[in-house]
């Protein structure tokens, strides 16, 4: 079993940046992928990013390419997402899950409750 706790999320300016951390307990973490999801009000969720367990390869959907980057300390159980340039369209509960990954989350085992990330215009 593992557990995932998100946190880092907040209200932001457009323009401004927030970095989202996953804390992860239970079962080896640094065998697991690493993912971070996104769900607004009204929209299905959908992928972000994720990292691989030993943090050698990430992925970002174009929404985000260029603009965050996804990392991980396994010495710390802990995985990261830098946002940077934030849109208001970026606002939405942000969870990170934990599986073989990558980009569907269908593929992942364990979740987070999430971390609500607001950008205002």
């Known amino acids: 079993q593992v557990q995932l706790v998100e946190s880092g999320g907040g209200l932001v300016q457009a323009g401004g940046s927030l970095r989202l951390s996953c804390a992860a307990s239970?079962?080896?973490?640094?065998?697991?992928?690493m993912g971070w999801f996104r769900q607004a009000p009204g929209k299905e969720r959908e992928f972000v990013a994720a990292?691989?367990?030993?943090?050698?390869?990430?992925y970002y959907a174009d929404f985000v390419k260029g603009r965050s980057t996804i990392s991980r300390n396994n010495a710390k159980n802990t995985v990261y997402l830098q946002m940077d340039s934030l849109k208001p369209e970026d606002t939405a509960v942000y969870h990170c899950?934990?599986?073989?990954?990558?980009?569907?989350?269908?593929?992942?085992?364990?979740w987070g409750q999430g971390t609500q990330v607001t950008v205002s215009s």
């Open positions: 899950a934990a599986g073989a990954g990558i980009y569907y989350a269908r593929n992942y085992d364990y």
């Open positions: 239970g079962r080896p973490f640094t065998k697991s992928a």
């Open positions: 990292i691989n367990w030993s943090g050698t390869s990430t």
